[in-house]
């Protein structure tokens, strides 16, 4: 199969000014050639055109015009698989594209499956699997840092940092290597300090990027946001005054809110998702205990709690349950209502919490700025910026770095326990091969499958 000539619609589904089919393979241009043909009805004699051109034409269904086209043509290598590649641009109808693809397809191609563009890419090395992720992630980034990170990727940043320390650890084993089979003419007595300098350092820098890729998640995925309460206590009215529009009913009757409400806002490049839950509180309807308990279910789950307490009313058991649940959570306590008379202050809140305490009016506006600069506090604590920084951004490739962090420590701990050379060699190459799995080099045939499964079809 990796040798067919594969074709697909490259455009999002929809009717639209234009559409894409994409076509790769050896015979790619021959397939563009049997079908498409200029305004006369000759042939455009596609295979005698050069890499990088346009042609002008109609695609045809044996004698049937289909649709005006123009063609470009990528020849191998020069082009985003690396192989001959043809994009034909048509009308962006579904149904004209969906003929032209059908045409495309009884000439000599087969239909592509999901991201087998950007597989082949990276089966012919043009990219390696941190890119072919970066280009997914591009597609589906939802704020700008998403964006710049990926384009950063996409352009080899992590690939080459990952490149250079296998370099230096391929470097010391070939060392030691030659230590063993020479000893007459290398001598490693003074080098085992040098080499356990650098591998701390090594591992020095991996803590690092480990640190700040599980921060950078939330930059890239976006914060999970649970608003959790007793009945009336603002919550609903604090998602109505985030999204910026009467997202959820909001009513003097308590227990109004019954299933959660989810929304998605963006906060200076921070992806907020919302999740109004139902009040807390005892109750005998069978509907709102239902939504009570799918609650509590979001507060488990969540990257941060907000806790809204109304301050005009005294704290009760149902409040009290909330402080317990937030003790092992990412939680801001807001005292809403601070219009009205309070009842809870902020000393009384103190008593049960540790977390930070903010005073608030969501009826009047007040302490909202304040409740989204904390928020942008907790996540990002100046730790994570949108500089020339490299961060790894999906759980395999940190998952594989961390691997190699940790053979790194065997090596440390075996240079100081006084191990032997050899023994030393099998950690640096298992930290060698980690670092490799992170950008494709060992990866598994079945691995690289599930990551391009969930490209979508086209690319």
């Given at each position: 199969?990796?040798?067919?000539?594969?074709?697909?619609?490259?455009?999002?589904?929809?009717?639209?000014?234009?559409?894409?089919?994409?076509?790769?393979?050896?015979?790619?241009?021959?397939?563009?050639?049997?079908?498409?043909?200029?305004?006369?009805?000759?042939?455009?004699?596609?295979?005698?055109?050069?890499?990088?051109t346009a042609s002008y034409g109609f695609v045809y269904d044996g004698d049937e015009c289909i649709d005006e086209v123009m063609v470009l043509i990528f020849l191998s290598p020069k082009s985003y698989t690396r192989e001959n590649v043809v994009e034909i641009s048509c009308h962006g109808g579904m149904y004209v594209l969906?003929?032209?693809?059908?045409?495309?397809?009884?000439?000599?191609?087969?239909?592509?499956?999901?991201?087998?563009?950007?597989?082949?890419?990276?089966?012919?090395?043009?990219?390696?699997?941190?890119?072919?992720?970066?280009?997914?992630?591009?597609?589906?980034?939802?704020?700008?840092?998403?964006?710049?990170?990926?384009?950063?990727?996409?352009?080899?940043?992590?690939?080459?940092?990952?490149?250079?320390?296998?370099?230096?650890?391929?470097?010391?084993?070939?060392?030691?290597?030659?230590?063993?089979?020479?000893?007459?003419?290398?001598?490693?007595?003074?080098?085992?300090?040098?080499?356990?300098?650098?591998?701390?350092?090594?591992?020095?820098?991996?803590?690092?990027?480990?640190?700040?890729?599980?921060?950078?998640?939330?930059?890239?995925?976006?914060?999970?946001?649970?608003?959790?309460?007793?009945?009336?206590?603002?919550?609903?009215?604090?998602?109505?005054?985030?999204?910026?529009?009467?997202?959820?009913?909001?009513?003097?009757?308590?227990?109004?809110?019954?299933?959660?409400?989810?929304?998605?806002?963006?906060?200076?490049?921070?992806?907020?998702?919302?999740?109004?839950?139902?009040?807390?509180?005892?109750?005998?309807?069978?509907?709102?205990?239902?939504?009570?308990?799918?609650?509590?279910?979001?507060?488990?789950?969540?990257?941060?709690?907000?806790?809204?307490?109304?301050?005009?009313?005294?704290?009760?058991?149902?409040?009290?349950?909330?402080?317990?649940?937030?003790?092992?959570?990412?939680?801001?306590?807001?005292?809403?209502?601070?219009?009205?008379?309070?009842?809870?202050?902020?000393?009384?809140?103190?008593?049960?919490?540790?977390?930070?305490?903010?005073?608030?009016?969501?009826?009047?506006?007040?302490?909202?700025?304040?409740?989204?600069?904390?928020?942008?506090?907790?996540?990002?604590?100046?730790?994570?910026?949108?500089?020339?920084?490299?961060?790894?951004?999906?759980?395999?490739?940190?998952?594989?770095?961390?691997?190699?962090?940790?053979?790194?420590?065997?090596?440390?701990?075996?240079?100081?326990?006084?191990?032997?050379?050899?023994?030393?060699?099998?950690?640096?190459?298992?930290?060698?091969?980690?670092?490799?799995?992170?950008?494709?080099?060992?990866?598994?045939?079945?691995?690289?499958?599930?990551?391009?499964?969930?490209?979508?079809?086209?690319?």
């Open positions: 199969m990796e040798n067919d000539t594969i074709a697909a619609i490259a455009t999002p589904v929809g009717n639209s000014g234009l559409g894409v089919i994409r076509i790769s393979g050896a015979e790619a241009v021959k397939t563009a050639d049997r079908i498409i043909r200029s305004r006369s009805g000759s042939g455009l004699d596609l295979c005698k055109k050069p890499t990088h969906g003929k032209v693809l059908s045409v495309v397809l009884k000439n000599g191609a087969r239909l592509a499956q999901p991201g087998e563009f950007t597989k082949r890419a990276f089966l012919n090395g043009r990219i390696d699997l941190t890119e072919a992720e970066a280009v997914m992630d591009i597609i589906s980034s939802e704020n700008e840092f998403s964006r710049k990170n990926s384009i950063s990727q996409l352009k080899g940043s992590v690939k080459d940092l990952i490149l250079d320390l296998r370099e230096k650890l391929l470097s010391e084993c070939a060392l030691i290597e030659a230590a063993l089979d020479d000893p007459e003419h290398y001598d490693l007595s003074d080098h085992m300090d040098i080499l356990h300098r650098k591998i701390v350092e090594m591992i020095n820098d991996a803590d690092k990027l480990i640190s700040s890729s599980k921060d950078v998640r939330f930059l890239k995925e976006g914060i999970r946001v649970a608003i959790t309460g007793r009945t009336n206590a603002g919550k609903s009215s604090l998602l109505n005054m985030l999204t910026g529009y009467d997202r959820a009913i909001v009513t003097d009757e308590e227990g109004t809110t019954r299933d959660v409400i989810e929304e998605k806002i963006s906060l200076d490049g921070l992806t907020l998702y919302l999740f109004d839950t139902a009040g807390i509180r005892r109750s005998d309807n069978e509907a709102e205990n239902l939504g009570i308990e799918k609650a509590y279910q979001y507060l488990e789950r969540a990257d941060l709690i907000l806790f809204m307490i109304d301050s005009s009313r005294e704290l009760d058991e149902n409040d009290l349950g909330i402080f317990e649940i937030i003790k092992e959570k990412q939680a801001i306590v807001l005292l809403n209502k601070s219009d009205l008379k309070a009842v809870t202050d902020i000393n009384t809140v103190k008593r049960h919490t540790d977390r930070k305490i903010l005073c608030i009016s969501v009826k009047e506006n007040d302490g909202i700025n304040e409740l989204k600069d904390s928020i942008r506090e907790l996540f990002n604590e100046g730790k994570i910026s949108d500089n020339n920084m490299i961060y790894l951004t999906n759980e395999r490739q940190l998952d594989a770095f961390t691997r190699a962090r940790d053979s790194l420590l065997l090596v440390k701990e075996g240079i100081e326990k006084g191990y032997t050379e050899d023994v030393l060699t099998v950690d640096i190459m298992d930290a060698y091969g980690h670092l490799g799995s992170v950008i494709g080099q060992s990866t598994e045939d079945d691995l690289a499958d599930r990551i391009f499964e969930d490209f979508c079809m086209g690319k």
